[in-house]
């Protein structure tokens, strides 16, 4: 039985409710009998296990018991992972496999899931082969007739989206944005026509190019949503009320205390948080959330539109054929019928 005391704390922004538990009984890991005596044999196979994205508390049972049970883990970074398995006292060996080995990796792990393994496969936190390694293995896999089993759980974009408040009927994970200038800004414009929510990742020495980027595309007024550390001890779901991270102090005496942080969200538009985030420089993996564009529910988008979109791209400095593709990606519109529009509109 635990104890909860409620109450607020000051921040940065204002006043943040916090909750705190307090409980007698041992709030040591738990694990389940099987993961403990690991009598279950794994079929072979390659399993994408999820891992806690923070807390790890968010992992599910069936997940430890692969982790238990297969003959190997693929870790993305063997000393992060190390916690994880110390933490549930599983003792499968790790082998490294990230993106700068993960090629001379793949042929010796496909020779032992050919000879019978059960081969588990995570990443530092989330889903692997959601911009993390494991790609190109499992398809590797799956074109050798290797099952893939996936072991569902933590994933950073499905967190924030059903938390953010966003419509979350039709959405799309961009994931990192190309490095190359070029490239981020074109990804950004295809993006800004959609009318799903749009959902990236985004590094935290990158957030403020990010935003500038973002608003030009987007425009100042679209709405957005910044989610920073997603359930770590330190997590920050940014909100108009919170930036730093919640800090509670109780007076009420515990044998054992637990802080439950509640989600804080910065929710605004995308020139607000160029204000914010200007002078400020976040830590820990961000997802940032933008609303879609609002577009006419008519099927085939009308000539006037059409001409605004081409007249807007090509004055933000796009060619003609690029406006072209962009808008034909954008629209329901053919591609023959936009580029006759942009030549009656352009010349050649």
Not at 59 to 84: M, Y
Not at 225 to 237: D, P
Request: one cysteine or more.
């Amino acid at each position: 039985m635990s104890t909860c005391f409620y109450g607020s704390t000051d921040d940065f922004f204002g006043t943040v409710p916090v909750m705190v538990c307090a409980s007698s009984v041992d709030l040591s890991p738990v694990v389940p009998p099987a993961v403990q005596s690991g009598y279950e044999d794994l079929e072979s196979g390659l399993y994408l296990v999820a891992t806690p994205i923070g807390n790890l508390e968010d992992i599910t049972l069936r997940a430890l018991r692969v982790l238990k049970c297969a003959n190997v883990i693929l870790s993305e970074d063997t000393r992060h992972s190390g916690k994880l398995l110390q933490h549930y006292n599983i003792k499968t060996p790790l082998l490294s496999f990230h993106k700068f080995n993960e090629r001379e990796r793949e042929h010796s792990i496909l020779r032992r899931l050919h000879e019978g393994e059960a081969i588990a496969l995570i990443s530092d936190a989330g889903t692997p082969g959601i911009s993390d390694p494991g790609v190109e293995l499992a398809r590797l896999c799956a074109s050798e007739k290797i099952p893939v089993i996936p072991i569902p759980g933590p994933s950073a974009v499905i967190a924030a989206l059903s938390a953010s408040g966003l419509p979350s009927n039709e959405f799309t994970f961009v994931g990192f944005l190309p490095k190359h200038t070029r490239s981020r800004k074109d990804r950004l414009e295809i993006s800004a026509r959609e009318a799903a929510t749009q959902i990236f990742y985004v590094p935290p020495h990158g957030i403020h190019q990010f935003l500038v980027d973002a608003a030009s595309s987007f425009g100042d007024s679209r709405s957005c949503v910044i989610a920073r550390e997603i359930t770590k001890l330190h997590e920050e779901v940014t909100s108009d009320l919170a930036y730093s991270d919640v800090v509670c102090q109780l007076s009420e005496p515990a044998a054992k205390c637990q802080l439950i942080r509640c989600y804080l969200f910065w929710r605004g538009t995308l020139g607000e948080a160029n204000q914010v985030f200007a002078s400020r420089q976040p830590k820990g993996e961000i997802t940032v959330l933008i609303e879609g564009k609002l577009i006419s529910v008519d099927d085939a988008p009308s000539e006037e539109f059409l001409e605004h979109e081409l007249r807007e791209l090509t004055a933000k400095g796009h060619t003609l054929s690029a406006a072209v593709k962009l808008v034909t990606e954008a629209t329901s519109a053919k591609k023959k019928d936009v580029y006759a529009l942009a030549l009656r509109l352009f010349g050649k």
